[in-house]
């Protein structure tokens, strides 16, 4: 079977792609298309287009991974198109780094660590599924997180008790110190209250 046939069976082509009039909102809408080379636009036509050359040239870049999932681009398709289709697009790019062991994640638009950070979890709370090692996620952060680690900045300074797939494992193999004890707590100290706990996923 070719590949145009195969992703013409997949129901995230029939439910997301279809009927694209290649209006641009998506583009327009996109997060990530602020920051960088980036047309969800562009994306879909060549799907649409069922050219197996450029189609697979688009699989094999980098270009699908700067999707974040935020599905910004469905609320506005006059169409009700997802170019970005969240959670099976989630689980797939998870799946293609299991293999490799990740440490971390780090995420090109500031939508990417928010969504692949929380759909671990739904995950875990769905299938019992969990891609970190030992029972955790594997914790998603931004260049500014990563680099703010790095330059010795407080983790509770930098919103690091905002994700909900833990990230001390990640601290304690760089060696930073921090404060469980504020693990819960905002920016003034206040509490924010704990995730719920899936069964299957340590936090």
């Not at 809408?29 to 697979?56: G, H, K």
């Amino acid at each position: 079977m070719c590949l145009v046939e195969l992703l013409k069976k997949d129901v995230r082509f029939q439910e997301g792609l279809n009927t694209c009039i290649n209006c641009g909102t998506c583009t327009a809408i996109c997060p990530a298309a602020r920051f960088y080379n980036y047309d969800p636009r562009i994306i879909v036509d060549t799907v649409q287009s069922c050219d197996e050359v450029d189609i697979l040239a688009l699989l094999e870049s980098d270009t699908i991974w700067y999707c974040g999932e935020c599905l910004s681009c469905k609320t506005r398709c006059p169409r009700n198109n997802t170019p970005g289709y969240s959670l099976a697009n989630s689980k797939i790019k998870f799946e293609s780094m299991e293999p490799y062991k990740p440490d971390f994640i780090v995420a090109n638009c500031p939508g990417c660590t928010f969504f692949l950070d929380r759909w671990q979890y739904v995950i875990a709370e769905m299938t019992g599924k969990i891609y970190g090692i030992d029972g955790y996620g594997i914790p998603v952060l931004t260049y500014e997180e990563m680099a703010g680690l790095v330059l010795g900045m407080d983790t509770l300074d930098l919103g690091m008790q905002l994700h909900q797939v833990s990230v001390e494992p990640l601290l304690d193999k760089m060696g930073i110190e921090y404060d469980l004890s504020k693990k819960h707590s905002g920016y003034m100290n206040e509490d924010i209250g704990k995730p719920g706990k899936p069964e299957t996923l340590r936090i």
